[in-house]
T-cell receptor
C-alpha cells in the first residue's frame, strides 16, 4: 500500500540530545513537509522540500534541521537548540510543492523531553 | 501573524443536523483551500478542497463554500453523524509570495456530534 511512514511513533529525548524522526513515502511525491502540532493549536510548518537536494525553512525552523538526499525520505533532526521540542510531529507529502495540490499526512510522531 | 483563523474552538451538534465550520483568512494571495479532519494522535486526513475560481464544491455529505470578497470559507456537513466527531482544520496555499508551496493551517475546531 502507498503511504507515508513515520518512525518512531513515540520518542523520548533527554535535555541536550539531538534526535532524528524518520519519514518515508512511497507515493512518488516530489514535495515533502514537516509540521509540528502543540496541544490545542494548529499545525505549524517547520521545513519543506519541493525537490530532492533542496529544502526551505518554514515558519518555525529554529532548532531543527532536515536533509533530502532521496525522493522517498525526509528526516527531521530536533537539535538541542530547540528549546521546547515536546510536541506531535507530522510529516506530509504532495505531488508537487505548489498551490493546488493536496498534501497527505503520516500518522505522526510524539516527542517528549525528559 | 495568524493568516488562517478558525475562531470557534468547538462546535456541538445533534446527529442528523447540519454542522457548519467556519474559517477566515487574511492573505489575498491564497488561492487554494482545504479541509482536514483529525483524530487525536493521528495524522490529518484530507476531506475536501476548493480552488479560488470556484465558490462551492461538494463531495457527498461535505460541501465547502468560498466567499473571496469576505476572505471566508465554510464547511457544511449534512447530515452530521457521530463518526464525524473530530478536530477540523482549514488550510490554505498560495500561488506565490511567502506562502508559495506550503499549507498554512488554522487552529482547528473540535466538532462533537451527539447521538
Amino acid at each position: 500500500d502507498g503511504g507515508i511512514t513515520q518512525s518512531p511513533k513515540y520518542l523520548f529525548r533527554k535535555e541536550g540530545q539531538n534526535v532524528t524522526l524518520s519519514c518515508e513515502q512511497n507515493l512518488n511525491h516530489d514535495a515533502m513537509y514537516w509540521y509540528r502540532q502543540d496541544p490545542g493549536q494548529g499545525l505549524r510548518l517547520i521545513y519543506y522540500s519541493q525537490i530532492v537536494n533542496d529544502f526551505q525553512k518554514g515558519d518555525i525552523a529554529e532548532g531543527y534541521s532536515v536533509s533530502r538526499e532521496k525522493k522517498e525520505s525526509f528526516p527531521l533532526t530536533v537539535t538541542s537548540a530547540q528549546k521546547n521540542p515536546t510536541a506531535f510531529y507530522l510529516c506530509a507529502s504532495s505531488i508537487r510543492g505548489f498551490s493546488g495540490n493536496t498534501i497527505y499526512f503520516g500518522e505522526g510522531s510524539w516527542l517528549t523531553v525528559v | 501573524d495568524q493568516q488562517v483563523k478558525q475562531n470557534s474552538p468547538s462546535l456541538s451538534v445533534q446527529e442528523g443536523r447540519i454542522s457548519i465550520l467556519n474559517c477566515d483568512y487574511t492573505n489575498s494571495m491564497f488561492d487554494y483551500f482545504l479541509w482536514y479532519k483529525k483524530y487525536p494522535a493521528e495524522g490529518p486526513t484530507f476531506l475536501i478542497s476548493i480552488s479560488s475560481i470556484k465558490d462551492k464544491n461538494e463531495d457527498g455529505r461535505f460541501t465547502v463554500f468560498l466567499n473571496k470578497s469576505a476572505k471566508h470559507l465554510s464547511l457544511h456537513i449534512v447530515p452530521s453523524q457521530p463518526g464525524d466527531s473530530a478536530v477540523y482544520f482549514c488550510a490554505a496555499s498560495a500561488l506565490g509570495g511567502t506562502s508559495y508551496g506550503k499549507l498554512t493551517f488554522g487552529q482547528g475546531t473540535i466538532l462533537t456530534v451527539h447521538p
